[in-house]
């Protein structure tokens, strides 16, 4: 039986749907697609492309750290982005929240995502082992 550790925190946006935050395995955690929303608010933050991207970014640390680790613990992230123009952005921002050797990354564009939202990543993070 394999035994999974939910991981919740309100540094990060509550789930809009049938999902946890986060899900732990082993030492292995998976941090479900974060959208650029306010936690306290549970509003997007989409000013800009820049705010967004920071946002969700911020949202997958709380997450990560939650479960004890940190973004620098990741290994895999899948980016969606309704507009690939941002690529650029997308890479100026995760430079403020990783650390080299960065993580294997995927980035798509998809015709939309919840609540209207420009951006949506979500992570695969390996933890120590204490």
Not at 27 to 56: C, H, K, W
Request: proline fraction near 6%; avoid cysteine.
């Amino acid at each position: 039986m394999t035994r999974r550790r939910i991981i919740r925190t309100d540094q990060a946006p509550d789930a809009i749907g049938t999902y946890s935050q986060a899900v732990q395995t082993g030492n292995t955690l998976y941090i479900s697609g974060q959208i650029p929303l306010v936690p306290a608010t549970m509003e997007p933050d989409t000013e800009t492309f820049e705010a967004a991207a920071r946002r969700v970014f911020s949202n997958l640390k709380a997450v990560a750290e939650a479960a004890g680790g940190s973004l620098n613990d990741a290994v895999k992230i899948n980016i969606s982005m309704t507009d690939l123009a941002n690529f650029a952005t997308v890479n100026q921002v995760m430079a403020e929240f990783f650390s080299e050797p960065y993580p294997a990354r995927a980035a798509v564009g998809v015709a939309s995502l919840p609540k209207g939202v420009p951006i949506e990543v979500e992570a695969i993070l390996v933890l120590d082992q204490d």
